[in-house]
């Protein structure tokens, strides 16, 4: 896979294109903090998907 690409991108293939609502509190607040917000929204989804399947039994 090419270097440039984020490594929260590894998957580019199997992505999606959908529309969500977001509290806009909670997308001003990511919108200040990471340029690259929708990235950031990714990682923090994933983030939790992988938490709860390591927390299975």
Not at 10 to 20: D, G, H, V
Not at 30 to 55: G, P
Request: proline share 4%; no cysteine; charged share 35%.
């Amino acid at each position: 896979m090419a270097s440039f690409l984020s490594p929260y991108r590894r998957n580019w293939t199997y992505e999606r294109r959908i529309s969500i609502r977001v509290d806009a509190d909670v997308l001003d607040w990511l919108r200040t903090r990471h340029e690259r917000y929708q990235v950031e929204i990714n990682r923090l989804l994933r983030a939790r998907m992988e938490a709860e399947a390591s927390s299975r039994p």
